[in-house]
């Protein structure tokens, strides 16, 4: 299999994303999972221009890495000056790394109109950059930035300043498809000029944006033309709509089109890489992402699931399993009953299609979504609500009352409500408080705080998403709500649904189900330890 080099800048390129911000530890936290993903370079910030950046850089130098190599990134030096009188050159090699990522301009426009300097004082700048870093020890990898406009624009002038990298001693030229606008055509011709003019010099390399959905297509595409060093963001976020999404690219190469970006053996690890870099950047692994996200192998037609599990391949391009991923069977008003089975058999295997159980399971889903439950995604309490049915579940703790107070004025600045809950566990009483963002955060404080003592693993439950869905509009402040609630130990991800007309019991439910199913998941993982 031919070898494509990946470099991953989910901590420079991936934290310019809206909302989007890495402590030092975050970072550190980052560089360790890609690492054991098999990623074999990650961009990790730019030392000059952001102080934090420099920090964890100098942290890096305590952590052994076991194949990633580090990068900082960087601009060529500024106009006018000596390398070595550039503070971002001299940061960049303060950073330490072997691996060093330089962008300089392409588009004569840029040149001219925004750094404010000739053509040719910019070619200096590109070459007498790449060499500086380079006689210094450093391997320079070198950032065509506009490159795809500036092969439209200005032609011959593109191709000089990738002629000055060489002439530096870059070892990669990487092209980027900065505005993400190109179409797979435009980006095809340009890649394949460049690699027949120095594809024989150096590595040429490719780095899109995502503002016309192609940043995949169009970084597969420049693969094929012979770039052999992709740059992306593990999962695809980024400035504006994003970069090229590295969880779908990598998968892409190596089970479809025969290249190795990662270890043959690391694949499988794909999935639950991505799950814990979600969690260390605080965002919602989006469920719809091919590969890895929760809905990648979801199945709700009864049709297509008869189907898939007389042979999966009769809607599924892969088998979950060899990306860490796993196959779902939706809940809904047209799943049929082995659908329903299956997914009693896997915590009740004993549970046959025949048993009259079943019949009546169906029943009192069927009753529940009637009354505005769904448990399509909301596996979490379909699950409790089988083995309720099945005898096979006992209540963690008995709830006496909660109360929440959301009133205006606030309780004090800066807490929007607090909420108190009586609580019983073993016949021993715990009542306590919690203030919180809403009533619901308060409450769901208030709840882990009772339930701490007893059960310690209920500290590692968070909250990751929140939906709320008013089911009868027409009946305004009198309709029902349904809640959903998405909650994570770090580990696992699962969905409780409750439905009340009064918008917190709804939540009370759906919170309390997510901390019973979790305790409940932890005791069978124990068991099967011990067995």
Same mark, same amino acid.
């Given at each position: 299999m031919k070898k494509i080099e990946i470099l991953d800048s989910t901590l420079r390129d991936g934290a310019q994303g809206e909302g989007i911000s890495y402590s030092v530890q975050d970072k550190i936290h980052i560089c360790q999972t890609l690492d054991e993903l098999g990623i074999g370079y990650i961009e990790a910030g730019n030392p000059g221009s952001n102080p934090k950046d420099m920090e964890f850089f100098q942290e890096m130098k305590k952590v052994q890495l076991k194949t990633a190599k580090l990068c900082a990134f960087g601009s060529t030096r500024r106009k006018d000056i000596k390398c070595a009188e550039d503070s971002n050159l001299q940061s960049l090699l303060a950073?330490? !790394?072997?691996?060093?990522?330089? @962008?300089g301009k392409t588009w004569d426009f840029q040149v001219t109109d925004i750094i404010k300097t000739t053509l040719e004082e910019n %070619?200096? +700048?590109i070459r007498e !950059? *790449?060499? @500086? =870093?380079?006689e210094n020890g450093r391997t320079v990898f070198y950032d065509a930035e506009h490159f795809f406009t500036a092969y439209q624009q200005c032609h011959d002038y593109a191709f000089k300043t990738l002629q000055a990298a060489v002439d530096g001693?870059?070892?990669? %030229? *990487? =092209?980027c498809e900065t505005k993400g606008g190109f179409m797979i055509d435009e980006l095809r011709e340009a890649v394949k000029d460049v690699v027949k003019t120095f594809g024989n010099k150096v590595k040429i390399g490719i780095h899109t944006h995502n503002d016309s959905g192609l940043a995949v297509a169009n970084s597969l595409v420049a693969v094929t033309e012979g770039a052999v060093h992709v740059q992306g963001v593990l999962l695809g976020f980024g400035e504006r709509t994003g970069n090229a999404n590295l969880s779908t690219i990598i998968p892409d190469l190596q089970l479809k089109m025969g290249y190795e970006c990662i270890p043959e053996e690391n694949i499988k690890n794909l999935t639950s890489i991505c799950k814990r870099v979600s969690e260390i950047t605080n965002v919602s692994l989006n469920s719809q992402l091919p590969y890895v996200g929760a809905s990648a192998f979801a199945h709700k037609a009864g049709m297509h699931i008869d189907a898939v599990l007389k042979n999966p391949s009769a809607y599924e391009h892969i088998s979950p399993d060899t990306v860490g991923n796993s196959r779902v069977f939706l809940m809904s008003e047209v799943a049929g009953r082995s659908t329903i089975i299956e997914k009693i058999q896997k915590f009740a295997p004993h549970v046959q299609k025949s048993d009259p159980i079943v019949k009546d399971i169906i029943a009192k889903m069927k009753d529940l979504e009637m009354n505005g439950y769904q448990f399509e995604g909301a596996d979490g309490s @379909?699950?409790? +609500?089988?083995r309720k049915m099945l005898a096979q579940y006992q209540p963690f703790f008995k709830l006496h009352y909660y109360q929440t107070n959301g009133s205006n004025p606030r309780p004090e600045e800066g807490v929007a409500s607090c909420a108190q809950i009586k609580v019983e566990v073993d016949g021993q009483i715990e009542i306590t408080a919690g203030e919180g963002d809403g009533p619901v955060n308060a409450l769901d404080i208030a709840l882990r705080k009772a339930l701490e003592r007893f059960y310690p693993a209920v500290s590692r439950i968070r909250l990751v998403d929140f939906k709320v /869905?008013?089911?009868d509009g027409k009946s305004a402040t009198a309709s029902k709500? /349904?809640?959903i609630i998405e909650s994570t130990d770090g580990e696992a991800s699962w969905t409780t649904v409750g439905v009340s007309g009064d918008l917190i019991e709804a939540c009370w439910i759906a919170l309390s189900d997510s901390f019973e199913f979790k305790l409940i998941r932890d005791i069978e993982k124990r068991y099967k330890r011990l067995n």
């Open positions: 950073a330490g !790394t072997d691996y060093v990522v330089i @962008f %070619l200096n +700048m !950059t *790449c060499e @500086f =870093l380079r001693g870059a070892e990669v %030229l *990487c =092209l @379909f699950e409790l +609500m089988v /869905r008013v089911l709500v /349904r809640v």
